[in-house]
Nanobody, 123 residues
Framework: QLQLVESGGGLAQPGGSLKLSCTVS????????IGWFRQVPGKEREFVGS????????DMLDSVKGRFTISKSKTKDTMFLQIDGLIPEDTAVYYC????????????????WGQGTQVTVPS
């Protein structure tokens, strides 16, 4: 059983930056890596990017490339989502998710989820 905890969200001005963290604990088994998602009310959860537990970024949503950076800590237990050049459209709850066997764009394929962290960028 893995536990994921996101942090780092908040209110930020357009053009600003935020660094979200996803701390993973409960290592009784291996997992493929972390998928980052975001969700706004009334819409489906949207894939943002993914990174293996060893630190290889495997995929990134085209519309955020150049502004979003995914990385990991030197230890295995914390992954980061750096958001630069914030725009109002980045406003969402951001989630990290993990799976033992999957690391892709489909939210349904992930087993463990964090509680989410709210990012708000006013217009």
């Amino acid at each position: 059983q893995l536990q994921l905890v996101e942090s780092g969200g908040g209110l930020a001005q357009p053009g600003g930056s935020l660094k979200l963290s996803c701390t993973v604990s409960g290592f009784t088994l291996d997992y493929t890596g972390i998928g980052w998602f975001r969700q706004v009310p009334g819409k489906e959860r949207e894939f943002v990017g993914s990174i293996t537990w060893s630190g290889t970024v495997t995929d990134m949503l085209d519309s955020v490339k150049g502004r979003f950076t995914i990385s990991k800590s030197k230890t295995k237990d914390t992954m980061f989502l750096q958001i630069d050049g914030l725009i109002p459209e980045d406003t969402a709850v951001y989630y990290c998710a993990a799976s033992q066997t999957y690391l892709g764009r489909s939210a349904d394929m992930y087993t463990w989820w964090g509680q989410g962290t709210q990012v708000t960028v006013p217009s």
